[in-house]
């Protein structure tokens, strides 16, 4: 039984994580840029932040819920601000200074956990992401069965940690056949792609508001 529970939890955190959004490209620039570990412990931090709105969602924390479809715009606004300065900021970052810089400080794995952490909690719509996940699979959790819940929960997360650590893994093998040229063309394509999904992300918002009006 508990296996069961845990083995949907962890499908379940590997189809919310698997589409390549601005975490995933995140996870890929920093991987290139510092190492697997920096890009895996990202990939943990957006897992922390996936785990929390699956909590919400498990449990049906309906006030949480409703206050953010009551300002669902506004969270949306943030979101975007978020990962839009996220996305020119790698843009805008040399490989030269970054490479520098950690080897004169180390890897800042703390902030690397942090900062995905935060972009991927700006985006609080991942709450209803898991609603139609847990709804659709049949999938329930409760207070009153505190061991089944626990067990879908830890399955969200291993499920997301899972695929972060699959997904920077494959990336390192080739990371020691870049050269600085195509690191700086990387953070170039990493800042353009995270810019170009929140725009698209945003007309399509926009479209949405405008034909439910």
Not at 161 to 190: D, P, Q
Request: proline share 2%; glycine share 8%; charged share 10%.
């Amino acid at each position: 039984m508990f296996l069961t529970l845990l083995a949907k939890g962890i499908l379940i955190g590997l189809l919310v994580s698997i589409p390549l959004g601005p975490i995933g490209v995140l996870v890929i620039q920093r991987t290139v840029n510092k190492s697997r570990k920096a890009g895996l412990l990202s990939g943990m931090g957006a897992a922390l932040s996936d785990t929390l709105y699956a909590i919400i969602a498990g449990f049906s924390l309906t006030f949480v819920i409703d206050f953010i479809r009551e300002h669902e715009i506004l969270f949306q606004s943030v979101g975007a601000l978020v990962v839009l300065g996220l996305g020119i900021h790698i843009f805008f970052k040399n490989p030269v200074t970054d490479l520098r810089r950690n080897r004169l400080r180390g890897n800042t794995h703390f902030q690397d956990i942090i900062s995905s952490f935060l972009v991927t909690f700006s985006n609080p719509l991942t709450v209803f992401v898991f609603l139609a996940v847990f709804t659709s699979s049949g999938v329930a959790i409760n207070l009153e069965q505190p061991y089944h819940s626990f067990f879908v929960i830890l399955g969200v997360f291993t499920g997301a940690c899972l695929w972060w650590f699959s997904l920077s893994g494959i990336v390192s093998l080739f990371r020691h056949k870049i050269n600085l040229r195509i690191l700086w063309w990387i953070n170039k394509t990493a800042g353009v792609v995270i810019v170009i999904f929140v725009l698209v992300t945003v007309i399509f918002t926009v479209q949405k508001n405008l034909g439910a009006i």
